[in-house]
C-alpha cells in the first residue's frame, strides 16, 4: 500500500503562484504514475495532471501553459507548480498513485484558494 501526504495549499491572490508537494511512503516502488486532481465545491473531481515513472507528462486543457507537473524519485515526492492562479482554480487538490497492478491511493487533499 502507499500512503500520500500533500502539503503547499493556501491562499493566494489572481495571478500568483502555489507550489503543492506529495510525498510518498510505503509500497512506491509499485508506483506507475502520480498526478494531482481537484474538486471544487457542487463539482466533479478532475484530472488536473499526471507523470508517470519514466517522467511523461499529461496535464489538462484548463491548466496546460500555467501548471507543471514533476516528480523527484530520490525523495519519492511530486510537485505541482502552480503558475498564473485563477480564482476558478479554487478547488481541494488531491495527489493520486496508480499502481502496476492498477490499485489506486489518494491522499487527503490540501485546500487552494484564489482570491479576485
Known amino acids: 500500500q502507499v500512503q500520500l501526504v500533500e502539503s503547499g495549499g493556501g491562499l493566494v491572490q489572481a495571478g500568483g503562484s502555489l507550489r503543492l508537494s506529495c510525498a510518498a511512503s510505503g509500497s512506491i516502488f509499485s508506483i506507475n504514475a502520480m498526478g494531482w486532481y481537484r474538486q471544487a465545491p457542487g463539482k466533479q473531481r478532475d484530472l488536473v495532471a499526471t507523470?508517470?515513472?519514466?517522467?511523461?507528462?499529461t496535464y489538462a486543457d484548463a491548466v496546460k501553459g500555467r501548471f507543471t507537473i514533476s516528480r523527484d524519485n530520490a525523495k519519492n515526492t511530486v510537485y505541482l507548480q502552480m503558475n498564473s492562479l485563477k480564482p476558478e482554480d479554487t478547488a481541494v487538490y488531491a495527489c493520486n498513485a496508480k499502481t502496476f497492478t492498477g490499485s489506486e491511493n489518494w491522499g487527503r487533499g490540501t485546500q487552494v484558494t484564489v482570491s479576485s
Open positions: 507523470i508517470t515513472r519514466g517522467g511523461r507528462t
